[in-house]
């Protein structure tokens, strides 16, 4: 089964999961799609994170280091590209990843809110009931937080925040990128190629 999958870059802390769940996906042959889209806020925080010369979905993808075949499987939308394939639910999707998602983009997916690309396709997923990942990226949790979380799941979003799992040991973030991307790609219902000692046994 070939697999379509958008990949939301919103402007929270945590560049370096979707630099890794840009690997993890393009490695899987039955992904042929990764419909990439990078807020503003998030090339901002890209510049923190990564590096001064790290302004946008291009220079994430340079810093994923994918081969040839697998950035050709990446198309790029600009956030205020709202006639993009993705915008539409007649284009099909497998699924829907929002990692790292800010408090902004909860809120307006929450309360149906569709002023940007990145708000648009995860309105979309959530009505015709695609699977959605939620990597919200924040600490503490509001109670405005957990209600527009609590909204989302009852809408049927995967509320996914990236929290380490200490259990596959180890001290390498690279484990802890690598778990979050696996448990990611197996909501979306997409086999991982990662080492099996990722998981619980």
Known sequence: MAHRVALLVTGASGMALPKRLLSALTAVEDVEEVHLVVSRGASQVLRHELGPQQTGASDLLDSARLDVSARGKVIVHRDNELDASIASGSY?????????????????????????????????????????????????????????????????????????????????????????????LDRLEITPLMSDDLRWK
């Open 92 to 184: 099909r999707m497998s699924g829907t990843a929002i990692v790292p998602c800010s408090a902004g983009t909860l809120g307006a997916l929450a309360t149906g809110g569709a002023r940007t690309l990145i708000q648009r396709a995860g309105a979309v997923a959530l009505k015709e009931g695609w699977p959605i990942v939620v990597g919200f990226r924040e600490t503490p949790y509001s109670i405005v937080h957990l209600e527009n979380l609590r909204r989302l799941a009852y809408l049927g979003a995967i509320v996914l925040p990236p929290v380490p799992a200490f259990y596959i040991g180890g001290e390498s973030m690279d484990r802890f990128l690598d778990h979050y991307a696996m448990r990611v």
